[in-house]
């Protein structure tokens, strides 16, 4: 190798052999750039002593007389355009990374096509994924084995003579749907077309015909630039469609006869028992016929529709059904549905962000896991005697402050209702102080730091902090009638949540323990008040009567030497303040 040397701001290197000059980039240690003899006619690439990577895809350079490229073992990848060589025949490849041929294929990945021949055939066996801009050039335009392709690129075929000047509406490279015309009112995709390009645009296009719902090529249709109708041709066995979610389609359409039709352009079952997908571009309220027993999973998953109503034959909803709908605001259970999902069927609302209340009527007895996660701004709840079982995480992640639980309610999954400041409680339920606590875990991003349980029998309130150390958290949560005490602020397992839970508990009912507890703690609570800069907090605390006078001095120099902003006229509040207790709302103070 030549000494390094400056070329702008990029330190190089320049190694010389088999009639080519490599420059190379020492920071990222790599190949930047080439010269080629005008009498070589094979490029050898690898025959460094160590690992190398050829990045020349930003190289301007042509060498035409470059007919064969030689791969060794030491070549880690290979980036580079086709018009660099315009008269490539063959790869050599003593690297297994890479394949011997007319092509360049690196783990079963074509990256460069090269121009090829009018009349050749472009064998795509073994091929699964082809990146961008790979047929960029290239003439030929007779392809096949494509079927086993999974991936395609954007612009995979951007330059080819495939796309010149090629007046059809639908252009294809074997079994892949390359381009249509977008201004077409309708196009229709045969059934040996087994993948739709990335670039390929419908949405000018006003009906898509596919082969059908369970057709391969159907998931590689763009879901978000769909037209506003599609029409499948219909399958003789039921499958679910889960992951078929066309945003700007409005309408679906079942041709022929089989397992499926579609009534108001939302596909069914044929016995109409089965709601088995909505278009997600659909929009208003949907009203489910009467005889509707199941909606599959996924029916109406990021759809925008605003109203469901479901009908009283309806016994199940699917993994999923209408998750992401961001635009769901309402939703009518009707009377005969018992179960909102099951085990294997969760998340049915997810992350339903404009549902603000929900009134679950009093048939159903099970709320799956996850049932309304993320919904939110869901603020009001209302469960009806009949509620027996609500799964983990049901409800979390929501802005529920309040909800009573009916004593028909047996179990709470752990999380479910996380994210609420007030239950009342017609009995205890198992699992309810997993439902409402963290096991241990300090959650940085919340501002609640406990929860009141109000046990409606006898008005007795209850604090609980929403994080407990783990040697409490399993003896509370197996054994949930614990809860109802007093001081349960003990069972904090970090000062903001035992503190913040303490206060509460005080302001609430002052009862002997909580202020034997603050008394005992005053110092800590004190010092930790003083870290927050919680001003108006210290204050209440100050003149609670609950510091211990042969602490007061102690506890004026550590106000004097904080950072806060009104310490002199705080450390008068310490002098003077085991006169009277003040409500915390009612303290003002002046400078």
Same mark, same amino acid.
């Given at each position: 190798k030549k000494p390094k040397?400056?070329?702008?701001?990029?330190?190089?290197?320049?190694?010389?052999?088999?009639?080519?000059?490599?420059?190379?980039?020492?920071?990222?240690?790599?190949?930047?750039?080439?010269?080629?003899?005008?009498?070589?006619?094979?490029?050898?690439?690898?025959?460094?002593?160590?690992?190398?990577?050829?990045?020349?895809?930003?190289?301007?350079?042509?060498?035409?007389?470059?007919?064969?490229?030689?791969?060794? %073992?030491?070549?880690?990848?290979?980036?580079?355009?086709?018009?660099?060589?315009?008269?490539?025949?063959?790869?050599? !490849?003593?690297?297994?990374?890479?394949? !011997?041929?007319?092509?360049?294929?690196?783990?079963?990945?074509?990256?460069?096509?090269?121009?090829?021949?009018?009349?050749?055939?472009?064998?795509?066996?073994?091929?699964?994924?082809?990146?961008?801009?790979?047929f960029n050039g290239c003439r030929a335009k007779k392809f096949i084995n494509t079927t086993d392709i999974k991936v395609c690129s954007e612009k995979t075929f951007a330059g080819s003579a495939l796309l010149k000047d090629n007046p059809q509406p639908i252009i294809t490279a074997g079994s892949i749907l390359v381009k249509v015309a977008e201004d077409a009112d309708e196009i229709k995709i045969p059934e040996y077309i087994t993948m739709v390009? %990335?670039?390929?645009?419908?949405?000018?296009?006003?009906?898509?015909?596919?082969?059908?719902?369970?057709?391969?090529?159907?998931?590689?249709?763009?879901?978000?630039?769909?037209?506003?109708v599609i029409a499948f041709k219909n399958s003789c066995d039921y499958s679910d469609t889960v992951g078929m979610t066309f945003k700007t389609c409005k309408e679906f359409e079942i041709i022929g006869e089989g397992a499926y039709k579609s009534v108001d352009g939302i596909i069914y079952s044929a016995d109409m028992s089965i709601l088995v997908k909505c278009p997600a571009g659909r929009e208003g309220k949907i009203v489910i016929p009467d005889g509707v027993v199941e909606i599959a999973p996924g029916a109406f998953s990021n759809s925008c529709i605003q109203e469901v109503?479901?009908?009283?034959?309806?016994?199940?909803?699917?993994?999923?059904?209408?998750?992401?709908?961001?635009?769901?605001?309402?939703?009518?259970?009707?009377?005969?549905?018992?179960?909102?999902?099951?085990?294997?069927?969760?998340?049915?609302?997810?992350?339903?962000?404009? $549902?603000?209340?929900?009134?679950?009527?009093?048939?159903?007895?099970?709320? !799956?896991?996850?049932?309304?996660?993320?919904?939110?701004?869901?603020?009001?709840?209302?469960?009806?005697?009949?509620?027996?079982? $609500?799964? /983990?995480?049901?409800?979390?992640?929501?802005?529920?402050?309040?909800?009573?639980?009916?004593?028909?309610?047996?179990?709470?999954?752990?999380?479910?209702?996380?994210?609420?400041?007030?239950?009342?409680?017609?009995?205890?339920?198992?699992?309810?102080?997993?439902?409402? !606590?963290? /096991?241990?875990?300090?959650?940085?991003?919340?501002?609640?730091?406990?929860?009141?349980?109000?046990?409606?029998?006898?008005?007795?309130?209850?604090?609980?902090?929403?994080s407990i150390s783990?040697?409490?958290?399993?003896?509370?949560d197996s054994n949930p009638e614990k809860v109802k005490d007093t001081v349960l602020c003990r069972l904090a397992n970090e000062p903001s949540y035992e503190y913040n839970t303490a206060f509460a508990e005080y302001r609430y009912n002052k009862n002997q323990k909580i202020k034997e507890y603050l008394k005992k703690n005053s110092k800590e609570i004190i010092q930790w008040l003083i870290d927050l800069s919680d001003e108006k907090r210290l204050i209440y605390f100050l003149q609670s009567g609950l510091v211990d006078k042969n602490d007061v001095g102690q506890i004026v120099d550590k106000i004097l030497n904080s950072n806060l902003e009104n310490k002199s006229v705080i450390a008068a509040y310490a002098l003077n303040g085991q006169k009277t207790e003040q409500k915390e709302e009612n303290i003002a103070f002046a400078l």
């Open positions: 040397k400056e070329r702008g701001i990029i330190m190089y290197s320049q190694t010389e052999h088999d009639k080519a000059i490599f420059y190379f980039d020492v920071l990222h240690d790599e190949c930047c750039d080439i010269d080629i003899q005008e009498e070589a006619d094979c490029l050898v690439l690898g025959n460094e002593k160590e690992k190398c990577f050829y990045k020349l895809s930003d190289v301007d350079k042509v060498f035409p007389q470059v007919k064969t490229l030689y791969i060794g %073992p030491k070549v880690m990848d290979i980036a580079i355009r086709n018009s660099m060589f315009p008269n490539m025949e063959k790869v050599i !490849s003593d690297n297994p990374m890479f394949a !011997s041929g007319n092509m360049l294929v690196r783990h079963h990945i074509l990256l460069n096509a090269f121009y090829q021949t009018d009349d050749a055939v472009i064998d795509l066996k073994d091929v699964f994924l082809i990146k961008a801009f790979a390009m %990335p670039d390929v645009r419908f949405r000018n296009v006003h009906k898509l015909y596919l082969p059908g719902l369970t057709h391969p090529v159907v998931t590689t249709v763009r879901m978000d630039d769909a037209p506003p109503v479901f009908p009283d034959s309806l016994r199940k909803i699917g993994m999923s059904a209408f998750a992401f709908c961001k635009r769901l605001e309402r939703v009518d259970f009707g009377r005969g549905l018992k179960e909102i999902g099951d085990y294997d069927n969760n998340n049915c609302f997810r992350s339903c962000s404009k $549902i603000s209340s929900l009134d679950i009527p009093e048939q159903v007895k099970f709320i !799956s896991p996850f049932a309304f996660q993320k919904c939110k701004q869901l603020k009001t709840l209302i469960l009806h005697e009949g509620i027996e079982y $609500i799964e /983990d995480s049901a409800f979390a992640d929501s802005k529920i402050e309040a909800v009573e639980f009916p004593a028909s309610l047996k179990r709470i999954g752990m999380y479910a209702f996380l994210d609420t400041s007030q239950i009342v409680l017609n009995s205890i339920p198992d699992g309810l102080v997993s439902s409402i !606590s963290y /096991d241990n875990v300090i959650n940085t991003y919340t501002t609640k730091h406990y929860t009141e349980l109000i046990f409606k029998s006898d008005d007795f309130h209850a604090f609980l902090p929403k783990w040697n409490h958290f399993e003896e509370y």
